[in-house]
Nanobody, 116 residues
Framework: QVQLVESGGDLVQPGGSLRLSCAAS????????MYWYRQAPGQQRELVAG???????NYADSVQGRFTISKDNAKNTVYLQMNGLKPEDMAVYYC??????????WGQGTQVTVSS
């Protein structure tokens, strides 16, 4: 049973930083491609960043250069370091992966609020 549990969301001022964590279980984590998505109120869920089992990463244009995705295979955890946060980054952030059978799995989400 795949489980994804996010944490680290908070209220932060514009220009501030946060690090989100996603603890994973029920999979061979080192082989998994992991993703961070986000969803703002009234908007569709969008891909923020992804990291493969070999460590290759990709980012949405809107976060390129400000956000960094990483994973710690020893801790079965994927991180999203967010720097230079903007009001438009405010959303619920979700951890996501597809298992070996192609079934999607999502965490419960963690709220990031960017406001002065």
């Amino acid at each position: 049973q795949v489980q994804l549990v996010e944490s680290g969301g908070d209220l932060v001022q514009p220009g501030g930083s946060l690090r989100l964590s996603c603890a994973a279980s029920g999979m061979i984590f080192s082989l998994a491609t992991m993703y961070w998505y986000r969803q703002a109120p009234g908007q569709q869920r969008e891909l923020v960043a992804g990291i493969t089992g070999t460590g290759s990463t990709n980012y949405a244009d809107s976060v390129q250069g400000r956000f960094t995705i990483s994973k710690d295979n020893a801790k079965n955890t994927v991180y999203l370091q967010m720097n230079g946060l903007k009001p438009e980054d405010m959303a619920v952030y979700y951890c996501h992966m597809n298992d070996r059978d192609g079934r999607p799995h999502w965490g419960q989400g963690t709220q990031v609020t960017v406001s002065s």
